[in-house]
């Protein structure tokens, strides 16, 4: 089994300022990682995917993630926010050797840019 | 291409009734899933479907069911509704083979359990 640990719930930020969402995972198998994105009443949209290879995964409108095996993380960052950012930010794990690939996500972390 | 879709947009129940919601995934998709989003506790994944079959299920009631047409879409049937059970009702979709690949998510189903 795998559990998801989004450290902070909300995260203020103003804008052109970077954000780093914080993500830390459990799990005795070895997982993917995913960061998906929800604005206001909408469904989720893929951020970005970590599968293997680079640690440091670029993924749509200017995010990045690093992959930390030893301390189980999966951050995301964004140099320099705009207020189209503000959202519902979650990040998600699933099992490698698990075909159907079923998602385990986080808590959320609500990303606020303010002007 | 179009999207995951999902009907409908909104769904108004009391306590004890039925319901259904549906989904038609990605075109050339084979694999759905859906999942509920509640308030308090975040996105749950509820069933897996895969060339007509259930796959997997996760820890929900049995009075959470559904299934898969020949076309690959899907319903999800709520029974004996709860008023926890409102929540955003979320289907995605996948190429099915590949645990690689993405799960596309559709915009959900508001239900609300008065």
């Known amino acids: 089994a795998q559990s998801v640990t989004q450290l902070d719930s909300q995260v203020p930020v103003f804008e052109e300022a970077p954000v780093e969402l914080r993500c830390n995972y459990s799990?005795?198998?070895?997982?993917?990682l995913f960061w998906y994105v929800q604005y206001p009443n909408q469904g989720l949209q893929l951020l970005l995917k970590y599968l293997s290879g680079s640690t440091l995964v670029k993924g749509i409108n200017g995010f990045e993630a690093e992959f930390n095996k030893s301390q189980t993380s999966f951050h995301l960052r964004k140099p320099s926010v705009h207020i189209s950012d503000t959202a519902e930010y979650f990040c998600a794990v699933s099992d490698q050797n698990n075909a159907g690939n079923m998602l385990t996500f986080g808590g959320g972390t609500r990303l606020m840019v303010k002007p | 291409e179009a999207g995951v879709t999902q009907s409908p947009t909104h769904l108004i129940k009391t306590r004890a009734q039925h319901a259904t919601l549906r989904c038609s995934p990605i075109?050339?998709?084979?694999?759905v899933y859906w999942y509920q989003q509640a308030l308090g506790l975040g996105l749950q994944f509820l069933l897996w479907?895969?060339?007509?079959?259930?796959?997997n299920r996760g820890n929900f009631p049995p009075r959470f069911s559904g299934r898969q047409f020949p076309n690959y879409s899907s319903e999800l049937n709520v029974n004996a509704l709860e008023l926890e059970d409102s929540a955003l009702y979320l289907c995605?979709?996948?190429?099915?083979?590949?645990?690689?690949?993405?799960?596309?998510f559709g915009p959900g189903t508001r239900l609300t359990v008065l």
């Open positions: 995605a979709s996948r190429l099915a083979g590949l645990s690689t690949d993405t799960q596309y």
């Open positions: 479907y895969d060339e007509g079959e259930e796959r």
């Open positions: 799990s005795s198998v070895s997982v993917y």
């Open positions: 075109s050339g998709h084979t694999s």
